[in-house]
């Protein structure tokens, strides 16, 4: 005969639970990319795999491989090329003579004249040039990690789509949650990820291309070069595109180009700046509004864990802990309005 309880034995096995719960986490933290990227892929092409597979009954691995080989051509590939590309940038402006360095010199007279900071765009340049070729992958270094990140989740991916039904009814049978709000949640998921996603991809290309097209239009060196990295900062809001007309127009005012300088400025807070208006407001009536406070807070996260996929993955974490936090909340009144009412009579 046992010397615990059923109750008793019960608690050794969540203790059990717990533990080997912390241990897991703590083993798969290197494939936690993988994971969170195959979450992300998965929510956003399993309308497109449900419509090809059990509406046009199509083979469900050939929709997979399909799925695989478009995210991989439309949104792997050219990312990591634009961030290697910025790497190669940065190394060469420190490297060559380029034109900058003219400029930064006549910012440095300037400032050493006037603020007594003769060395100002000079150690600004240092500073960021030096955070910035640590924020993206290093094509050396990081080769392998991003391939191994890869791996892990395009091999999680294609199980999640082949086997969708079994995958999904898993996630609702261990949910600690009731089904309705298990429901709620994928649907709350969804709307996030498609806006953190989908909408502020959407918002960053743009302005990108029309940082680009203003600075080739105004006569400014490497627009291309500028537009990537106006779209990698276009993630975050209040900072965005816009914000890099300020330092191209005070450089075209210390040149002597003046009248260029003041439209430069004009373009870039007038019609860049509404139009990542009118974009956010459009996303956020068709796919789902994140506030802003969320995706400032959740890129200082994920920067320092994911580098600079944490543009992405850091307001993704914090919407899903937000949403939990209120799906626990509305569990948590439904159980004290259950008791009230269960122990009502005897009081």
Known sequence: MSIFNYKQRNNIILVSIIVLGC?????LSGLFSSILGAIVLFTIFRPVYLHFVEKKRWNKNLITLLIIFTSLIVIVIPFLTLSFMVIDKISSLRRES?????????????AGTHLNQPKLAENAMQKLGTYVTELFPSIISSAVNIVLTLLGMYFLLYFMLTQIREFERGLLKYAPFREQHALKFAVELR??????????????ITQGTLLAMGFYAFGLPDPIFWGVIGTFISFLPVVGAPTLCIPASIILFATGHTVKGILLLAYGLLFIGNVDNALRMLINKRIGNTHPIITVVGVFIGLPIFGILGLVFGPLLL????????IYETNRMAADRLERIRTGPEN
């Open 319 to 326: 919407s899903y802990f937000l949403l939990l936090l209120e």
């Open 191 to 204: 709307n996030s990820t498609y806006s953190n996603v989908l909408g502020q991809g959407i918002i960053a």
């Open 98 to 110: 380029f034109p900058i360095q003219e400029w930064l010199s006549k910012i440095d007279a300037f």
């Open 23 to 27: 241990f897991l986490v703590y083993a």
